[in-house]
């Protein structure tokens, strides 16, 4: 087996990176709490610490794009082996963050729903979901309420 070569770093790489060090001085807004979590361990103030996120963010996606430069340049079984790992570890994540992806989903709707149509319209599309959802709910009672009976009478009731 030959040695992969090494890639190339990019200036654009370097310089991203450099930006991050170089932003605007930090202010003394502090950073909120990590959700979840009722106190801060300390003082940390918020510019620093996204800077620091973005440095670590950087870097983390230099590291994947080094990874997937590499294993383009492998077998194609090898590569299939990666994809179903890569698979695998998803729906382990998604299992374990189930509930943080809901709400977090459920957040994202509801900021596009507001960009989109604005705020009254997302009060009055909330309020016309909550009766769809109270009529459905009815007739579902009614309809257990009626499985007593025959099967004949067991149509919908509206």
Known sequence: MQPQPALPKTKASKASISKCKSAAPPSTKPK?????SKHVVG???YEIQLQRDALRWEKARLRMAKKRAELKLRPQEEQEA???RAREHQTAYRARHREDLRIWEAQHRVAVYKARYGLDAYKEYVAAKRERR???RDKRRAIVGLSVGKASDRREVS
């Open 32 to 36: 909120p709490p990590p959700m979840g």
């Open 43 to 45: 003082p940390t103030h």
């Open 82 to 84: 990666a994809a179903a």
């Open 134 to 136: 109270r009529q459905a």
